[in-house]
């Protein structure tokens, strides 16, 4: 499988394309200054909510047990998932139950994590995404390029085309407000259609019981209005001690991740409708095992607002597929290697530790520290490919010893300043494939303080 | 008030007009200059790629060259932020946490240490100021664009000193240039494509001089720069600080 630095070469090909990319999410990062901007409690808020997710990590075990007791006090189900398949087998079992073929589920990375979709498919099960970027991209056969936004990565000309082949919209029309109804009337039966509700969680509430659902569309509360089942998949993580926290996390979430002030619904599920079932599933899938790493563990206080994708210049010109995992940008590139060193092993390198991730981040996760941290894994658990490492280990002796180091700089730049030029830029030097070498001087800054200075 | 130079190795080698800039600069300011000559580097390079490890000896041998030094002066945030941060990882000698304690970049330490309200340098152009992210976001030189809090920002104090300068506004005041250490060549294509909108902003804000903190980001620009023929010039702002000539 290509790396990350790869898909990005590819990525940029496309120029314009890429300046695109890079404008529509540097426009929301903007409108997430403005509406920042205009809270003088901002930082406050923000260092409120780390030190509340603080706490929730400190004392997940109980909050969980307390969570578990209070929503069962309501007449829900709670389920237990340690990892993806167990999650997926668990809503198998109910949706089984209850014969349930015909599926509409709400944005849920967590979901996505464990690839439910691929799983109920297989099973002959129908399910249907209904927020409208995911529908798309579902319709495409593709993953979210962005946790948010997961249809950021495709122009409306291309949705256009697609809603004319599967909804049999007019040929060359892209008007959002036209393809918008569309996607409604489609999605509208299908909420009609459904034996059960999937959605995500943003909160659970360790004090009720309850949990907390943000979306612009509606489209969780359409499906867990209708359906006669509803099923809330959880990350441990989700959890925050009181009701009374949630207005903290709620101002810093929509404004971090479009610039809204708040997310158009913010429903609380605590019981099911009469008639009907409600499940939450809290799935574990690597995350206790993150709990335990001091270094990385508070990249479990993210709120998936996607701030440091946006503002992150990298993910911007590469699109988060470059990233192939789940999660992509920043945060995905913490928290991927904690599932799989080998396979994440380049997207710790997919940064120059800019540091505006974590500076954006409304639950403070320092998450330029953490990528400096994983290259120190990486290394130690030898992921480091050796084209790498070996070069590195020369430059390390190099530094390390004064007069060697002299020498060889001496010879690097008389090296440049008189080599022929296809001998310095050719396909071994990738400095050099867009990029001039500094010009280099006969005289480095040593030299010139012994002539000038040291006498 | 004793001072000792360090002068980073690409700085050394490639660029020594920068060295020679900071050096006139504390001289100027009446700073007793001690400049070791058995340094190298700060082993930045090395941790960036993840091997921190292997960068030990490199840590200690630096720490060894300064223990006498009241300060310890560099024209690279990005370097000093690496002393600073990250040699957590060696024992915290003496040396270890006088370098770590003392180690300041020459813009902070004008502002901070010597508290320079003036300098004799002019400078008549239209420049441009890449805020360099080690510098801003690491050592909070200025205010960084997604923080809603005051930081006054300590490169503007002292390029405001120099008679004629003309400091460009730009689109976007502080996205990265892309240099990123060894990033700049394992990821090449994102590196070069952020150093083109870098070159660009200040191009479409009519900068004729481009400067920063931090040599290694103009390191990169100006390679991405001379590979188009563009007229943009660069230079270091110790140099601008220090009255040299474009």
Redesign the interface.
């Known amino acids: 499988m290509s790396t990350?630095?790869e898909k990005?070469?590819v990525f940029?090909k496309d120029?314009a394309r890429?300046d695109w990319h890079?404008g529509a999410l540097?426009k929301v990062r903007q409108k997430r200054?403005d509406s920042?901007?205009q809270?003088p409690e901002?930082?406050l808020l923000r260092e409120t909510a780390s030190q509340i997710k603080d706490n929730v990590l400190s004392n997940l075990d109980n909050y969980l047990v307390q969570f578990e007791a209070e929503a069962k006090k309501n007449g829900v189900i709670v389920h237990w998932a340690e990892d993806a398949v167990a999650h997926n087998r668990i809503i198998g079992e109910i949706l089984k139950k209850h014969n349930a073929r015909k599926i509409v589920k709400s944005k849920s990375m967590l979901t996505e994590e464990c690839k439910l979709n691929d799983f109920l498919e297989s099973k002959n099960i129908e399910i249907i995404d209904t927020d409208l970027g995911e529908r798309i991209i579902q319709m495409r056969k593709e993953a979210p390029s962005h946790i948010v936004l997961p249809a950021i990565h495709i122009k409306k000309e291309e949705v256009g085309e697609l809603f004319h082949k599967e909804l049999g919209t007019e040929k060359g029309n892209s008007d959002p407000t036209y393809l918008t109804k569309a996607a409604r009337t489609h999605l509208r039966d299908k909420f009609f259609e459904a034996d059960a509700a999937i959605t995500g969680v943003n909160f659970g509430i360790a004090e009720t019981g309850g949990v907390v659902i943000c979306t612009n569309e509606g489209n969780a509360d359409m499906g867990c209005h209708s359906a006669p089942v509803q099923i809330h998949c959880m990350g441990i993580e989700k959890l925050l001690p009181k009701a009374e926290h949630l207005g903290v996390f709620t101002r810093l979430l929509a404004r971090s991740a479009t610039g809204q002030p708040s997310t158009i619904y913010t429903s609380h599920y605590h019981r099911a409708r009469q008639g009907s079932e409600m499940h939450i599933v809290i799935v574990d899938n690597g995350r206790s095992e993150l709990l335990g790493k001091e270094d990385f563990r508070n990249s479990l206080k993210c709120i998936r607002c996607g701030a440091c994708m946006n503002?992150c210049?990298?993910y911007r010109?590469?699109g988060g597929h470059s990233y192939h995992s789940t999660i992509p940008g920043p945060i995905g590139a913490i928290l991927s290697p904690n599932l799989n060193l080998t396979e994440y092993s380049d997207l710790p390198?997919?940064?120059?530790?800019?540091?505006?991730c974590?500076?954006?981040c409304p639950v403070k996760i320092n998450i330029h520290d953490q990528l400096?941290k994983w290259?120190?894994?990486?290394?130690?658990n030898n992921e480091?490919p050796k084209s790498?490492?070996i070069p590195?280990?020369i430059?390390?002796k190099?530094?390390?010893n004064?007069s060697t180091?002299n020498i060889v700089?001496k010879i690097?730049?008389s090296s440049i300043r008189s080599l022929p030029r296809f001998m310095i830029y050719n396909g071994l030097n990738?400095?050099g494939?867009?990029?001039?070498?500094?010009?280099?001087?006969n005289?480095?800054?040593?030299?010139?303080?012994?002539m000038n200075?040291?006498v | 008030m004793k001072v000792g130079l360090f002068i980073p190795c690409y700085i050394d080698q490639f660029f020594p007009e920068v060295g020679i800039a900071t050096l006139q600069l504390l001289e100027k300011q009446n700073c007793e200059v001690f400049f070791p000559e058995q340094q190298t580097c700060c082993g930045q390079p090395l941790a960036n790629t993840g091997m921190e490890q292997d960068g030990k000896k490199i840590y200690n041998q630096l720490a060894q060259l300064f223990p006498k030094c009241d300060y310890v002066v560099v024209p690279s945030p990005s370097c000093v932020h690496h002393i600073r941060e990250h040699y957590d990882i060696v024992e915290q000698t003496d040396e270890i946490l006088h370098l770590r304690k003392n180690t300041y970049d020459i813009v902070e330490f004008l502002v901070d240490i010597l508290k320079v309200e003036h300098l004799d340098a002019r400078f008549p152009h239209r420049v441009g100021l890449h805020q360099s992210c080690h510098g801003l976001r690491g050592l909070q030189l200025a205010k960084p664009s997604e923080l809603m809090k005051n930081i006054p920002s300590k490169w503007n104090k002292v390029l405001e000193m120099v008679e004629g300068i003309e400091l460009a506004e730009l689109n976007r005041p502080d996205e990265c240039c892309g240099f990123g250490g060894t990033f700049a060549v394992a990821e090449e294509a994102i590196s070069v494509k952020m150093g083109k909108d870098r070159l660009a902003d200040h191009v479409a804000n009519k900068v004729e001089v481009l400067t920063s903190g931090d040599m290694s980001c103009l390191m990169h620009l100006q390679g991405i720069a001379r590979r188009q023929k563009s007229g943009l010039k660069i230079m270091h702002i110790a140099n601008i600080l220090n009255g040299d000539k474009l």
């Open positions: 990350h630095s990005a070469a940029i120029e890429t890079d540097w200054d920042a901007s809270l901002w930082e503002t210049p990298i010109r590469s390198f997919a940064s120059t530790l800019c540091g505006s974590s500076d954006v400096y290259r120190q894994e990486i290394y130690k480091l790498k490492s590195l280990k430059t390390a190099v530094l390390e004064p180091y700089g690097a730049r990738a400095w494939k867009q990029r001039e070498l500094p010009e280099a001087p005289e480095s800054f040593k030299e010139w303080y012994k200075r040291d």
